[in-house]
């Protein structure tokens, strides 16, 4: 992940606080590219869609764009979105305070990452909805389109010819860390958090809709400085994991925009305890500003009193928030064996040797990486124990959630159906994706096993310099829409890009929406293959997203988390068909070959990770042990798999996904939105140049209105099996002509 990727973490968080929602936080989850053009997240995590893949979703902070408001306002659940992230990408919420606001991020390290979904932003518990893109797809392995989270482990790879560093240009967002203008930004935003506070008294002395008007015009101004402090820090933290002056910015941004988040949490809680005709009386006309008060209003039976609420957040900065540090920290420090030197290896390093031609490194790497998770299982246990009982404790104990994954679900503004229907599907269409490794099982002569489902079956021969690359992307774009176009060449025109590899900087790929007005932030690790051209598409993607809807509210400029990786994927297939017309045919079979798998780490790998924390929040409340949460793991893996042996090591392969620790129930945005966007581009191939206008709206109109009636309007039922079938069907398709090819 996005991808997701705007950035809206910390006016998520500062809402989400304000609005006694849950922050979603979205740890950005964008990819980090591996030799086998996968992408990492923050778990080192490949996210290809595949192993590590954990997702961004994800968020990734690779494509995040979540806004990060001091108080969050549309309550989202609070569960962790992948930070800024996130892919991914993080939903629509308003601003949590949280430095970094919308990242689509798809920062995974971890195998099968699928890759940017908008960072994720975190929304704060009680507050907001995400409004970034969802990280990168949890645990895929193999796609670099997806970049990793700010805080996954820094890349020291450089990129082979060394060209000149390109690098982005921050000073549209501050000019430095330190200095008068830095200052007269937080001047400005302790004075507008002064005037927040003074409405306090006077709230119920409002009468009109234009009186309202006037606080949310101070709730706006308020979470883009917000914004712009929180993602400053975390764009230089991108570049320099190394620095520390950097880090002490991002820790003293985060506990300011936590503060101002309390101070004026006030202004959430009144609108919420308002009866629904003072509040519809209020209410401005403008649609998209009503549909963001409306969805503050959303969360009233879930929220708590604003005392209740500031605890809760000041208990997070040292509780939930502490509690992923720990797991990161944690599994940071691992060292493998690296299969083919015996050296010492990081976790990213270790993982690029499943794509290995041999398959003994393949499995011996599989083998080493569960090998060290098992000498390390119980206190990962312990911390994923802590993180679902926590989520059950707030959000159905005290919140009045009905169900665990029902926080997710409203924080996205997707209906239980809609959820449930999606998840049905992908669990009734396995066997697509079994044919799928038994195919290219046979291809290569191996028994189907899960050691070699990212097995490459030809060596990548594309050789894309960035420039390259850069033009090849702006005429796909061009080539289906001049508007889309303009809107990506006007992120590379402003220098907004960070492109190559370098010592210290981390890994992976995300998009970051600083402000809805501001051009985003495209961060790459580009080394010139094939994975990374279709990560700089899929990076644009979201880019451009954030671009068309610039012209929306604010605090709905960005869409929910699982509407965030519509436009990066649909940019990936415009990318695939383009690859695949200039292709021969045996390239051809690869390129195929390989964009199965991507689907597989974003579909179904993604759908299952939340088949698995649905059962596991169920386990932990009735006091499972790390046994019983490994054995339901293990028995969902050979049920996704079929006839591919999947060996008992696998087992443990939950504990190293970081996206259920950051973010619950946040990977099943990939799988809505690549499914989504495969059948959005099954209709673009039925309606040609008519599909244009329509899907440049969908964009346009960002998160101003509920997924399910932005989608209506393109004949779109999401409450549907039916409808989440067709994206199968494109998959079918797919799978049939690389079957014809055997």
């Not at 805080?151 to 549209?172: E, Y």
């Not at 189907?448 to 005429?475: N, Q």
Request: glycine residues 6%; proline residues 6%; hydrophobic residues 35%.
């Amino acid at each position: 992940m996005t991808g997701p990727a705007r950035n809206r973490d910390i006016l998520t968080l500062l809402r989400a606080q304000r609005n006694g929602v849950s922050p979603i936080r979205r740890d950005a989850s964008t990819v980090g590219q591996t030799p086998g053009g996968s992408r990492l997240d923050a778990g080192g995590h490949d996210l290809k869609r595949g192993e590590g893949d954990d997702g961004p979703a994800r968020l990734d902070e690779a494509s995040a764009s979540a806004r990060a408001h001091p108080r969050a306002s549309q309550a989202a659940p609070r569960g962790n979105q992948p930070r800024v992230a996130p892919g991914a990408d993080q939903a629509s919420d308003h601003r949590a305070i949280t430095p970094g606001s919308a990242l689509n991020v798809c920062d995974t390290d971890f195998e099968g990452c699928p890759g940017s979904i908008e960072a994720p932003s975190r929304v704060r518990r009680g507050r907001a909805f995400v409004a970034s893109k969802p990280a990168c797809p949890a645990g895929r392995e193999q796609h670099p389109s997806y970049a990793r989270a700010p805080h996954a482990p820094p890349v020291t790879a450089t990129a082979p010819a060394k060209p000149k560093p390109i690098v982005w240009d921050l000073t549209p967002v501050l000019p430095s860390m330190k200095g008068p203008e830095v200052q007269r930004v937080l001047d400005r935003m302790e004075a507008l958090t002064k005037e927040m506070e003074s409405w306090r008294g006077r709230l119920d002395s409002i009468q009109t809709p234009a009186d309202l008007e006037k606080v949310l015009a101070l709730d706006v101004e308020l979470g883009d400085l917000a914004s712009r402090v929180g993602n400053y820090g975390h764009l230089m933290f991108s570049a320099d994991t190394r620095d520390e002056e950097v880090q002490a910015f991002m820790s003293k941004m985060e506990n300011l925009t936590t503060e101002i988040g309390n101070r004026t949490r006030f202004f959430d809680l009144w609108w919420k305890s308002l009866s629904d005709e003072r509040a519809a009386k209020l209410t401005p006309k403008d649609p998209e500003k009503r549909y963001y008060l409306d969805r503050v209003r959303v969360f009233r039976p879930h929220t708590l009193s604003e005392s209740e609420e500031k605890i809760i957040a000041l208990k997070d900065v040292t509780g939930e928030s502490a509690n992923d540090r720990v797991r990161e920290i944690i599994t940071s420090a691992f060292k493998f064996k690296d299969p083919k030197t015996g050296k010492d290896v990081t976790q990213s390093e270790l993982t690029k040797n499943v794509y290995d031609p041999d398959p003994k490194v393949r499995e011996a790497a599989y083998k080493e990486l569960w090998r060290v998770y098992s000498q390390n299982e119980n206190v990962l246990s312990f911390l994923y124990q802590t993180v679902a009982t926590d989520w059950h404790n707030e959000n159905l104990k005290l919140r009045g959630y009905p169900s665990a994954i029902n926080v997710r679900n409203k924080g996205n503004d997707v209906p239980d159906e809609a959820v449930d229907a999606l998840l049905a599907v992908c669990r009734e269409n396995t066997a697509i994706f079994q044919r799928y490794f038994l195919w290219k099982a046979k291809r290569l002569g191996l028994a189907p096993s899960r050691y070699h489902i990212y097995a490459p079956l030809t060596k990548d021969k594309l050789d894309v310099p960035y420039e390259a690359a850069k033009e090849k992307v702006l005429k796909v774009f061009g080539s289906f829409s001049p508007k889309i176009q303009k809107a990506a060449k006007q992120v590379f025109d402003e220098d907004h890009v960070h492109v190559y590899p370098a010592e210290g900087k981390r890994g992976g790929a995300y998009c970051a929406t600083v402000t809805s007005t501001m051009t985003p932030y495209v961060f790459l690790n580009h080394t010139g293959d094939a994975q990374s051209l279709k990560t700089l598409a899929h990076e644009m993607g979201h880019a451009v997203h954030s671009v068309l809807a610039r012209d929306r509210f604010p605090l709905v400029a960005h869409s929910t988390l699982p509407m965030a990786e519509t436009a990066s994927v649909f940019a990936e297939m415009l990318l695939h068909d383009t690859l695949m017309r200039e292709a021969s045919p045996e390239d051809r079979v690869a390129i195929l070959s390989e964009k199965m798998g991507e689907i597989y780490a974003t579909v179904m790998r993604q759908a299952y990770f939340v088949v698995f924390e649905v059962e596991a929040h169920r386990l932990v409340q009735e006091g499972a042990s790390t046994s019983d949460l490994n054995k339901v793991y293990l028995e969902q893996l050979r049920e996704q798999f079929g006839p591919v042996q999947v060996p008992d090591d696998f087992q443990r392969e939950w504990q190293y996904i970081p996206h259920i620790y950051a973010s619950p129930f946040y990977c099943y945005s990939y799988s809505f939105g690549m499914l989504l966007s495969l059948a959005l581009y099954g209709m673009y191939r039925e309606q040609g140049a008519a599909f244009v206008p329509k899907y440049e709206a969908l964009l346009a109109a960002g998160g101003s209105d509920a997924p399910e009636r932005l989608l209506a309007k393109l004949g779109v039922d999401i409450r549907s099996k039916d409808f989440w079938r067709k994206g199968f069907q494109v998959i079918d398709e797919m799978m049939r002509e690389l079957e014809k090819s055997a």
